[in-house]
């Protein structure tokens, strides 16, 4: 049974450097898609950071441009989020997701089309 396990989260300062991981205890989960999906007080879970698993492409929304990275480990069945830069508005509950489907393009930025989610790591960026 495929189950995602999220760790890293914890506070840092407005400006430092945390780094996400996310593991599938399984060892038998292979995604389509991983995904990065943050939730914030209040607001709606948003789209941080994608990579289709062949060929690698990576997606970001813009707020995590130049600041975020994600990246994968093949033989660990891992993926990683590299955050630099923080601001407090990166606080927010961090979800890794996998997608067992083909997503395309144009909806790879939709956490709908994810179907397997972790439980959440904590970020919170303060001074």
């Known amino acids: 049974q495929v189950q995602l396990l999220e760790s890293g989260g914890g506070l840092v300062q407005p400006g430092g450097s945390l780094k996400l991981s996310c593991v599938d205890s399984?060892?038998?989960?292979?995604?389509?898609?991983w995904a990065w999906v943050r939730q914030a007080p209040g607001k709606e879970r948003e789209f941080v950071a994608a990579?289709?698993?062949?060929?690698?492409?990576?997606y970001y929304t813009d707020h995590a441009k130049g600041r975020f990275t994600i990246s994968r480990d093949n033989g660990e069945n891992t993926v990683f989020l590299q955050m630099s830069s923080l601001k407090p508005e990166d606080t927010a509950v961090y979800y890794c997701?996998?997608?067992?489907?083909?997503?395309?393009?144009?909806?790879?930025?939709?956490?709908?089309?994810?179907?397997?989610w972790g439980q959440g790591t904590q970020v919170t960026v303060s001074s």
């Open positions: 990579m289709r698993v062949r060929g690698g492409t990576t």
């Open positions: 399984s060892r038998s989960f292979r995604p389509y898609n």
């Open positions: 997701a996998g997608s067992s489907r083909y997503i395309i393009t144009s909806e790879t930025r939709n956490p709908t089309n994810y179907d397997f």
